[in-house]
């Protein structure tokens, strides 16, 4: 397994500058800052879309420690575009942080049709040529899953009642999901939650599931802001089963207010997000 959580520490970067950036076709809102790309390798590459890609979602991408934040930064979503001018254009490409970049790699790793994209057209291959760790600006942006609901899917291996695993699909919004709670539906009782943990990736589990139906509720923190949502009905029917997906109902949209400061240098106590 090429895709593994190497890290335990998220390390942290300093604050970025906009004032040094002089390129004045972009707009303040770009506030890009400086990162690099890599081509996955075609296997890992393969063995995450199985996992992670959504129809028309943004492409997945694997990525370093600073990112993949020991998990916290899986569903987030940013614009890449590599700063060499003469091969990329447009709007680069979109991503979102499917996976921890294996041994030590930092910045982005992108399948090759995400790295091509950021490609002018008809210059994948001198992008292509560049190798690796090319440079590239980026910023985060929402995610957008147009007409989905945030979803849960139960993962395999898990075992009605008890053994819960679930994973998080369209996380809309500049959003790190921090918590999750479930809990038995209960009619005259309040819920008791019980924490799920993060195990890897999207992945959070929980050995204490209750017998179904079952209520979510989970912490969504965009920026320095959090907030608790919680499905109003039941999510996981009483015959819940590995494999399948369900509704939450709930559309998380969150973006940070400011996710970074272009007329000053930025000196902590920002909400920019990673
Ligand atoms: C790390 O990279 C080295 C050399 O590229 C390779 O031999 C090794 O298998 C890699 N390890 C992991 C865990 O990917
Ligand atoms: C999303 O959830 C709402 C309830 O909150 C529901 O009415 C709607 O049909 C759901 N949308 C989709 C696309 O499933």
Redesign the pocket.
């Known amino acids: 397994?090429?895709l593994?959580l190497?890290f335990t520490i998220s390390l942290l970067l300093p604050p970025a500058s906009c004032s040094s950036f002089s390129n004045t076709n972009y707009y303040c809102d770009w506030c890009p800052r400086h990162s690099t790309a890599s081509l996955l390798p075609p296997a890992a590459a393969m063995a995450m879309a199985k996992e992670e890609e959504i129809n028309g979602g943004p492409h997945v991408a694997a990525a370093g420690a600073e990112f993949f934040r020991d998990g916290a930064g899986c569903g987030a979503c940013y614009q890449l575009r590599c700063a060499d001018r003469r091969v990329c254009g447009g709007d680069g490409v979109k991503v979102v942080v499917a996976a921890g970049a294996?041994?030590?790699t930092a910045g982005f790793q992108l399948p090759r049709e995400a790295f091509a994209a950021m490609a002018r057209s008809g210059m994948a291959d001198q992008l292509a040529a560049l190798g690796d760790n090319v440079e590239v600006q980026f910023r985060r942006v929402p995610c957008e899953y147009k007409k989905k609901n945030l979803t849960v899917r139960v993962e395999e291996g898990s075992r009605n009642p008890g053994q819960l695993g679930i994973r998080f699909l369209y996380q809309g919004g500049q959003t790190d999901i921090a918590a999750v709670e479930i809990a038995a539906q209960a009619n005259h009782t309040p819920p008791s939650w019980r924490p799920m943990a993060r195990l890897r990736r999207r992945l959070w589990r929980t050995t204490r599931a209750p017998t179904g139906p079952l209520r979510l509720r989970l912490v969504v923190t965009a920026g320095f802001s959090g907030k608790w949502l919680r499905a109003h009905d039941a999510v996981l029917p009483a015959d819940w089963r590995p494999g399948q997906e369900y509704d939450t109902g709930l559309r998380v949209t969150d973006v940070a207010l400011r996710t970074c400061s272009c007329r000053s240098r930025v000196t902590g106590g920002s909400e920019e997000l990673r």
């Open positions: 397994m090429a593994l190497l294996a041994n030590r």
